[in-house]
């Protein structure tokens, strides 16, 4: 297919809707190029809607505007009855949460919904991050790590099944991926036969994307027959879920609630049943899992009330004096850091389209690749030379109706993949350090001990405890009550654990 197959009345239609919405450089270079060149530009620019970029682009800038003008706003805290904490709750509660949770994975109603379309450019690896080795002494990825997770705790949630239900208690993994991201994710857990999952249980559906512009709103072009294009920010999974038939898929499937999660934290509590039994306790449509902000300067944005709704709160837009306010037991007033863990309920999922226009786009500065329009020459610039336009997933809390915040154990469930080897912090050392850290706990918590070279230092220590033995720590006591395991010990199973304590 060449551009000789397009009449010419379409390109010039084509070519009138570009220069009508100021965006006709775009086809500056058409006559230069081979024929299916032209074929590839015409087919990249008869897809996209010109005009809703434009609109999209002109509420960024109001929206950054109004922002900066309007800074601190009417932000005040989150108040105590939106508000739980695993840390403070009794050990019954939380057992009732996590029995709720069970119950509900048991009978199909639960589903994962994963965001792994990111580009990330600041770990600079050229793999989508979900298969980066952050070197396990067992080599798993982060997929491997999140896959195995689903798989004992389907496991366990069998136990709470009811008499005569006929629900397989699955746990679907649905994959949020990009253009930048989706080929090679795939072909990853292909060539892994989906980390033990079944293939039909685990469904992958792309994010959209749009153009990148340059700070005045003009289409980037990233060489003379391509539009530079980036995944349009993990809010993109709204619209997704919608155009790509999730929403169907979990209605079909029965499924009632999400857990929806990103892909660069190693200590993500998959489908985390207190989570999903807390939030259904309270009848949320939309909950969030928080962690206390450890210092007023730490770079994380916090859960908040914003103009009487909720929502999160940039660190970069609240002042040095808002985000060093305390409670009276000397706690962070705004210190519910957001931890990027979501609960949907799949009505609410099915609501989004109903406030959609209402929902913020944010503009990410970055150094985009670009076609002088001068010479013609590609520019790989060293500063910001245009924008992203993106939603962020939790530009919908101020539109839920029941909203609710759980508060977690940062060292049990966060510890973000951000930044390239060497990097010191939210670096694959750390992301590393902190699943063996919290593997040695589950092993103390249970009455046993690791002993032997390293153990002081989880950078470097042999030992892992694989999530098909343990999802949480649970199950263990029997065998490790007493016992010391001595290191290199990489458990896989029940077997190696009971190998290990001998
Ligand atoms: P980040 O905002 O940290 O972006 O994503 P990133 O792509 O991982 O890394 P940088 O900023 O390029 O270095 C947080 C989560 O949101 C997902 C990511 O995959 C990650 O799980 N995400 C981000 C998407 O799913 N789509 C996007 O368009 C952007």
């Given at each position: 297919m060449t551009i000789s197959d397009i009449p010419d009345s379409e390109l010039q239609a084509l070519k009138t809707r570009y220069e009508q919405a100021g965006q006709g450089h775009v086809l500056q270079f058409l006559d230069q190029l081979a024929p299916a060149e032209q074929r590839e530009l015409y087919d990249q620019l008869s897809a996209m809607d010109v005009e809703r970029v434009n609109q999209i682009y002109t509420k960024a800038i109001a929206g950054a505007e109004a922002a900066s003008k309007d800074q601190e706003a009417a932000v005040e805290p989150l108040s105590e009855d939106v508000f739980d904490s695993v840390i403070k709750a009794s050990a019954e509660t939380r057992n009732d949460w996590e029995t709720l949770g069970l119950k509900q994975i048991a009978q199909g109603k639960v589903a994962v919904i994963l965001m792994a379309g990111g580009q990330g450019t600041r770990l600079g690896s050229s793999a989508p991050k979900g298969c980066y080795d952050i070197k396990l002494p067992s080599s798993k990825s982060l997929f491997q790590l999140q896959a195995e997770r689903i798989l004992r705790l389907q496991d366990i949630a069998r136990q709470y099944k009811k008499p005569g239900?006929?629900?397989?208690?699955i746990i679907p993994w649905y994959i949020m991926t990009s253009g930048p991201t989706h080929a090679a994710t795939y072909a990853f857990f292909k060539s892994n036969n989906f980390f033990g999952l079944k293939e039909e249980n685990v469904i992958f559906f792309q994010q959209g994307t749009l153009p990148c512009l340059t700070m005045e709103g003009k289409i980037i072009l990233e060489s003379k027959s391509k539009v530079a294009i980036a995944p349009d920010g993990n809010g993109g999974i709204y619209a997704a879920v919608q155009n790509t038939g999730v929403i169907q898929s979990l209605k079909e499937r029965g499924v009632l609630y999400s857990h929806c999660y990103c892909v660069d934290n190693c200590l993500a509590r998959v489908a985390d049943p207190a989570f999903i039994g807390y939030c259904v306790s309270k009848n949320t449509d939309c909950g969030v899992k928080v962690a206390v902000?450890?210092?007023?300067?730490?770079p994380v944005g916090v859960v908040c009330v914003r103009n009487g709704r909720y929502g999160v709160v940039e660190y970069s837009e609240i002042s040095q004096e808002v985000s060093e306010k305390r409670r009276e037991d000397g706690?962070?007033?705004?210190?519910?850091?957001?931890?990027?863990n979501h609960f949907f309920s799949t009505e609410f999922l099915e609501r989004v389209p109903s406030f959609a226009s209402e929902l913020e786009y944010h503009i990410a500065k970055k150094k985009i690749k670009y076609v002088d329009?001068?010479?013609g020459e590609q520019i790989a610039p060293k500063t910001n030379s245009g924008m992203k336009l993106e939603c962020f997933v939790f530009d919908v809390f101020p539109f839920a109706k029941q909203f609710s915040v759980l508060e977690v154990d940062r060292k049990e469930e966060f510890s973000p993949l951000?930044?390239?080897?060497?990097?010191?912090?939210?670096?694959p050392e750390t992301s590393r350090r902190d699943i063996i850290a919290q593997h040695i706990r589950f092993i103390e918590a249970a009455g046993g001990k690791v002993a032997g070279e390293n153990v002081d230092d989880c950078e470097k220590v042999q030992f892992e405890i694989s999530p098909w033995v343990s999802y949480a720590g649970e199950g263990l006591r029997d065998i490790v009550g007493g016992k010391t395991i001595q290191v290199p010990a990489i458990i896989e199973t029940r077997e190696d654990l009971i190998r290990a304590c001998q």
């Open positions: 239900d006929q629900s397989e208690g902000k450890t210092a007023p300067e730490e706690s962070l007033a705004f210190g519910a850091a957001n931890i990027a329009l001068e010479t951000k930044n390239a080897p060497g990097a010191g912090a939210d670096c």
